[in-house]
């Protein structure tokens, strides 16, 4: 069973919606639960990370986690084209030299 | 605001020769790694590097591969023969007391 597994989409929104994405995960141990965005030939930028489960909310993103159904889902509002990117969710245990797991990513892309 | 330095942006290497690969990491982190990307596949980790010895390594990381951090501030990733399906992108990451930080990444093409 995949650590982290997250549908790879593609999946294309049209500008001003919600959107939803979302990611399972098998091993209860670990902490943190993080968003990254990958833009094309770029390297991963964080942008949201949960340490429980809730929500949390930073300005058009909220990032949620449901550790009882072993959930992660990150919320953008009125999406905008600058948000197409690759969205990578990640889990890692915040202690010592612990290595940052990633699921597929998902291919998001905002249509004008 | 700090970043993690990657060079080169761009290797292109012949199969069976060497490369190296550079990082400069944060400045007060402690903790280094080694992620790489096929093109149109997950991020996938490769080693992880702390008090100056490797912590932990995935399988991809076979003897091919070393790494090193020679003069405090430098971390490499050296590839002793490259093959054709190490063309990838290959990321560095660094962390402190908090999150995992990026490089922009080091696109490496075996011909």
């Known amino acids: 069973q995949k650590e982290v597994e997250q549908d790879p989409g593609p999946l294309s929104v049209p500008e001003g919606a919600i959107v939803s994405l979302n990611c399972t995960y098998s091993?209860?141990?670990?902490?943190?639960f993080m968003w990254y965005r990958q833009y094309s030939r770029k390297g991963p930028e964080l942008l949201m990370y949960?340490?429980?489960?809730g929500n949390k909310e930073d300005g058009r993103f909220t990032a949620q986690v449901d550790k009882s159904s072993k959930y992660i889902s990150l919320f953008i509002r009125d999406s905008q084209p600058s948000d197409s990117a690759t969205y990578l969710c990640?889990?890692?245990?915040?202690?010592?030299?612990?290595?940052?797991?990633f699921g597929t990513g998902t291919r998001l892309t905002i249509i004008p | 605001e700090p970043e993690v330095t990657q060079t080169p942006s761009h290797q292109v290497t012949q199969m069976g020769q060497e490369v190296i690969l550079r990082c400069v990491p944060i400045?007060?982190?402690?903790?280094f790694y080694w992620y790489r990307q096929i093109l149109g596949q997950k991020v996938e980790f490769l080693v992880s590097?702390?008090?100056?010895?490797?912590?932990?390594k995935s399988e991809i990381f076979d003897d091919q591969f070393s790494v090193e951090r020679p003069d405090g501030s430098n971390f490499t990733l050296k590839i002793r023969s490259t093959k054709l399906e190490d063309s990838a992108m290959y990321f560095c990451?660094?962390?402190?007391?908090?999150?995992?930080?990026f490089g922009s990444g080091t696109q490496l093409s075996v011909l």
């Open positions: 949960t340490y429980s489960s």
């Open positions: 990451a660094s962390r402190g007391d908090s999150f995992w930080v």
């Open positions: 990640a889990r890692g245990a915040n202690f010592g030299n612990e290595k940052l797991t």
């Open positions: 590097f702390y008090n100056n010895e490797i912590s932990e």
């Open positions: 091993n209860s141990a670990f902490q943190y």
């Open positions: 400045s007060n982190h402690l903790y």
